[in-house]
């Protein structure tokens, strides 16, 4: 898809990895419509053109508010990009039932939500992508953020169902698992740290434009799965040949936090 022209829709737009695509795309000549809870931030990100959208996601009235005032600026929605997410590094078997459905309802069930508001207008005119930021633990569970991954797992697969729904329809679904990102994702997750061995491993992260640019560049080529950094698919392959070990590796991590 050329990105010039095209309305760009993006969620957890305030910052990080959503912000960078906000840039990203507004470089390729997106016309962009923004939604995040912090509104001064959202000023800051998208400049004068950009049609900002506060409030909280996983209210349905905060959802068809985004949709509907973006129809009503632009005529359309070319583009979705569902960024908006939480993170939770307290184990499963701890973390209350509270926490854990306030991390679904924002990293899957305002997503969905946000889907179900959008892909009528696409189907419409056949035409529309839809993006969905996954992670590498929705491939690989981490087990110091199981819940986290067990969300963007459900993330993945339905991207990937919602790809055979619409393939008649002229909309395509892509799925982006990003790596370790340089982000204040640690800083706002809803509650635990990760392991000291973790929070090395930082070093080695990536920058949010690096991954906005690999997603801008898969949308363009209509791309099934993006991973950032491409590195990550070796990664994937190394845990797919040798789960056992790699499970263990994972777990005496755990035991040095």
């Known amino acids: 898809m050329r990105i010039d022209g095209k309305v760009v829709l993006i969620t957890g737009a305030s910052e990080g990895i959503g912000a960078a695509c906000a840039a990203e795309f507004a470089r390729a000549g997106a016309r962009l419509s923004l939604a995040a809870r912090n509104e001064e931030a959202l000023r800051s990100v998208g400049g004068a053109d950009a049609l900002n959208t506060p409030g909280d996601l996983t209210q349905e009235e905060t959802r068809r508010r985004v949709v509907e005032r973006t129809i009503e600026r632009f005529g359309t929605i070319d583009i979705l990009i569902n960024n908006a997410g939480v993170g939770d590094y307290v184990p499963s078997w701890r973390s209350s039932m509270e926490d854990t459905r306030r991390l679904m309802e924002l990293n899957f069930f305002a997503l969905l939500g946000m889907i179900q508001l959008v892909v009528p207008h696409m189907r419409e005119r056949h035409s529309g992508v839809i993006v969905n930021i996954g992670s590498i633990a929705g491939k690989i569970t981490l087990p110091w953020m199981t819940l986290?991954?067990?969300?963007?797992?459900?993330?993945?697969?339905?991207?990937?169902?919602?790809?055979?729904?619409?393939?008649?329809?002229?909309?395509h679904a892509m799925l982006v698992c990003?790596?370790?990102?340089?982000?204040?994702?640690?800083?706002?997750?809803?509650?635990?740290?990760?392991?000291?061995?973790?929070?090395r491993s930082r070093r080695f992260a990536i920058t949010p434009e690096q991954c906005a640019g690999d997603i801008r560049r898969g949308v363009e080529r209509g791309a099934r799965t993006v991973v950032t950094p491409s590195s990550g698919w070796v990664l994937l392959a190394l845990y797919r040949l040798f789960t056992g070990p790699a499970e263990a590796q994972m777990a005496n991590m755990i035991g040095r936090a």
Request: without cysteine; proline residues 7%.
């Open 148 to 171: 986290y991954s067990a969300s963007k797992f459900a993330v993945g697969s339905l991207t990937e169902g919602l790809r055979g729904e619409l393939r008649h329809d002229g909309v």
């Open 178 to 199: 990003p790596g370790y990102v340089k982000t204040r994702f640690q800083q706002n997750v809803i509650g635990g740290a990760p392991p000291t061995d973790v929070q």
